[in-house]
């Protein structure tokens, strides 16, 4: 079992930088890999970023890809999403996610191959 805290959201301007951070608690975090979702207003949930369980591996959506990193680390289990160069269209409730198997190879974009979210966290960019 795993259990996810967001912190770092807020509101920014267009151009300027947040960095999320997803705190985990329970046994067994660097077994899994994370990602990150949002979901903005009057829309579904769509995937951001997602990071391997041991870190060697990320993947991101096309719309913030060069603008935001994910990262984690495993010895403080939290994972990390930095945010640059942000935009109006980035604004949404950002929630992170634990995979739902272990050491699972291959990065998922889909919600439900994630078992384990948190409360989210609210990212407002203003134009």
């Known amino acids: 079992q795993v259990q996810l805290v967001e912190s770092g959201g807020g509101l920014v301007q267009a151009g300027g930088s947040l960095r999320l951070s997803c705190a985990a608690s329970g046994r067994r975090f660097s077994n899994y890999a994370m990602g990150w979702f949002r979901q903005a207003p009057g829309k579904e949930r769509e995937f951001v970023a997602a990071?391997?369980?041991?870190?060697?591996?990320?993947y991101y959506v096309d719309s913030v890809k060069g603008r935001f990193t994910i990262s984690r680390d495993n010895a403080k289990n939290t994972v990390y999403l930095q945010m640059n160069s942000l935009k109006p269209d980035d604004t949404a409730v950002y929630y992170c996610a634990a995979d739902s198997l272990q050491h699972r190879i291959v990065i998922q974009t889909m919600e439900d191959r994630y078992a384990y979210w948190g409360q989210g966290t609210r990212v407002t960019v203003s134009s």
């Open positions: 990071i391997s369980w041991s870190g060697d591996s990320t």
